[in-house]
């Protein structure tokens, strides 16, 4: 089993900037990809960004290219999510997740990881 913990969220006005960490643990060998999802009040889950192992290959939600950055560090078991230039919509419960799937498809699946943390509450004040 693998375990997630996610720390860093909280209250930020429009504009502002925040981080989310995202600590694994357990039978983290061979984590493949490592993810950021997010939920709103009444929406559904939709993805954010995802960063592959050695880190080349990272794919941001159209919603928030160029504001978000996804990073991870291997030796620290821990992936990252920077967000500036943060909006009110960005309000969410943000949650990491990871697979040890390495076939190729898509990482913007939430089907795809098997691994979960209990997510961190970001808001967003206008």
């Known amino acids: 089993q693998v375990q997630l913990v996610e720390s860093g969220g909280g209250l930020v006005q429009a504009g502002g900037s925040l981080g989310l960490s995202c600590a694994t643990s357990g039978r983290t060998f061979g984590i493949y990809a490592l993810a950021w999802f997010r939920q709103a009040p009444g929406k559904d889950q939709e993805f954010v960004a995802a960063?592959?192992?050695?880190?080349?290959?990272?794919f941001y939600a159209d919603s928030v290219k160029g504001r978000f950055t996804i990073s991870r560090d291997n030796a620290k078991n821990t992936v990252y999510l920077q967000m500036n230039s943060l909006k009110p919509e960005d309000t969410a419960n943000y949650y990491c997740a990871a697979s040890k799937d390495y076939s190729s498809g898509n990482l913007r699946l939430r089907d795809r990881y098997d691994y979960w943390g209990q997510g961190a509450q970001v808001t967003v004040s206008s």
């Open positions: 960063i592959t192992r050695g880190g080349a290959n990272r």
